[in-house]
Protein backbone atom coordinates (compact mmCIF):
# COMPACT_ATOMS: atom_id res chain seq x y z
CA UNK A 1 0.00 0.00 0.00
CA UNK A 2 3.11 2.66 0.89
CA UNK A 3 3.65 2.38 -3.18
CA UNK A 4 -0.14 4.13 -3.68
CA UNK A 5 0.55 6.91 -1.09
CA UNK A 6 3.78 7.12 -2.10
CA UNK A 7 2.96 8.13 -5.82
CA UNK A 8 -0.31 9.95 -4.76
CA UNK A 9 2.32 12.03 -2.08
CA UNK A 10 4.14 12.96 -5.37
CA UNK A 11 1.53 13.46 -7.56
CA UNK A 12 0.20 15.75 -5.33
CA UNK A 13 3.38 18.36 -5.53
CA UNK A 14 3.34 17.50 -9.98
CA UNK A 15 6.43 14.97 -9.18
CA UNK A 16 7.62 12.33 -11.39
CA UNK A 17 6.96 8.73 -12.42
CA UNK A 18 8.39 6.74 -9.75
CA UNK A 19 10.22 3.23 -10.19
CA UNK A 20 9.79 0.86 -7.63
CA UNK A 21 13.23 -1.52 -7.79
CA UNK A 22 12.75 -3.55 -4.45
CA UNK A 23 8.99 -4.29 -4.36
CA UNK A 24 8.35 -6.71 -0.90
CA UNK A 25 6.94 -9.54 -1.92
CA UNK A 26 7.56 -9.44 -5.65
CA UNK A 27 11.12 -10.04 -7.73
CA UNK A 28 9.73 -7.25 -10.10
CA UNK A 29 9.71 -3.92 -10.31
CA UNK A 30 7.09 -1.63 -10.26
CA UNK A 31 6.50 1.84 -12.26
CA UNK A 32 3.75 4.00 -11.17
CA UNK A 33 1.95 7.31 -11.88
CA UNK A 34 3.16 7.10 -15.40
CA UNK A 35 0.46 8.72 -16.42
CA UNK A 36 -0.26 10.92 -13.92
CA UNK A 37 0.62 14.50 -15.81
CA UNK A 38 -1.40 15.93 -19.08
CA UNK A 39 2.51 16.33 -19.93
CA UNK A 40 3.85 12.56 -19.21
CA UNK A 41 0.35 11.46 -21.17
CA UNK A 42 0.79 13.60 -24.05
CA UNK A 43 4.64 12.18 -24.36
CA UNK A 44 3.14 8.68 -24.23
CA UNK A 45 0.65 9.15 -26.58
CA UNK A 46 3.11 11.08 -28.45
CA UNK A 47 0.94 14.34 -29.12
CA UNK A 48 2.17 17.91 -28.23
CA UNK A 49 2.73 19.24 -24.87
CA UNK A 50 0.25 21.60 -24.80
CA UNK A 51 -2.87 20.24 -25.85
CA UNK A 52 -5.63 20.33 -22.92
CA UNK A 53 -7.23 16.65 -21.53
CA UNK A 54 -10.31 16.99 -24.02
CA UNK A 55 -7.87 17.47 -26.99
CA UNK A 56 -5.72 14.61 -26.36
CA UNK A 57 -9.11 12.62 -25.81
CA UNK A 58 -10.41 13.73 -29.03
CA UNK A 59 -7.31 12.81 -30.82
CA UNK A 60 -6.58 9.50 -29.38
CA UNK A 61 -10.83 8.69 -30.33
CA UNK A 62 -9.08 9.35 -34.35
CA UNK A 63 -6.17 7.35 -33.72
CA UNK A 64 -7.69 4.66 -32.38
CA UNK A 65 -9.97 4.13 -35.70
CA UNK A 66 -6.88 3.64 -37.54
CA UNK A 67 -5.38 0.33 -35.34
CA UNK A 68 -2.29 -1.47 -36.82
CA UNK A 69 -3.10 -4.98 -37.02
CA UNK A 70 -0.66 -7.57 -34.88
CA UNK A 71 2.03 -9.07 -36.36
CA UNK A 72 2.33 -12.54 -34.87
CA UNK A 73 5.53 -14.15 -34.28
CA UNK A 74 7.01 -17.44 -33.26
CA UNK A 75 9.91 -16.16 -32.00
CA UNK A 76 11.57 -13.13 -30.60
CA UNK A 77 11.94 -11.43 -27.46
CA UNK A 78 8.55 -11.12 -27.14
CA UNK A 79 8.66 -14.34 -26.25
CA UNK A 80 11.21 -14.39 -23.79
CA UNK A 81 9.24 -14.40 -20.60
CA UNK A 82 6.11 -17.12 -21.38
CA UNK A 83 4.33 -18.13 -19.06
CA UNK A 84 1.33 -20.56 -19.42
CA UNK A 85 -1.26 -22.69 -17.59
CA UNK A 86 -0.68 -24.22 -14.18
CA UNK A 87 2.50 -22.46 -14.03
CA UNK A 88 0.19 -18.67 -13.83
CA UNK A 89 0.94 -17.12 -10.87
CA UNK A 90 -0.35 -13.55 -11.09
CA UNK A 91 0.14 -12.66 -7.28
CA UNK A 92 3.94 -13.20 -8.25
CA UNK A 93 3.43 -10.20 -10.46
CA UNK A 94 4.20 -6.45 -8.81
CA UNK A 95 0.40 -5.36 -8.54
CA UNK A 96 0.29 -3.25 -5.71
CA UNK A 97 -2.49 -3.23 -3.12
CA UNK A 98 -3.53 0.43 -2.96
CA UNK A 99 -5.92 1.02 -0.11
CA UNK A 100 -6.54 -1.36 3.31
CA UNK A 101 -10.20 -1.78 2.61
CA UNK A 102 -9.41 -2.98 -1.09
CA UNK A 103 -10.90 -6.70 -1.52
CA UNK A 104 -7.28 -7.57 -3.40
CA UNK A 105 -5.02 -6.39 -5.77
CA UNK A 106 -6.27 -4.71 -9.30
CA UNK A 107 -5.06 -4.73 -12.76
CA UNK A 108 -6.43 -2.37 -14.69
CA UNK A 109 -7.72 -3.43 -18.39
CA UNK A 110 -4.87 -1.56 -20.84
Known sequence: ME???VA???DQKNGP???FENVKGSKDPCLIAVLSSRKRCAIT???PIGMS???MAKEWMVR???RIQPKVV???PVMENVVESKDVDLTAMPVPKLYPMDGG???LKG
Open 3 to 5: LNH
Open 8 to 10: DAS
Open 17 to 19: ALL
Open 45 to 47: LDM
Open 53 to 55: GVQ
Open 64 to 66: IKK
Open 74 to 76: ATG
Open 105 to 107: RYM
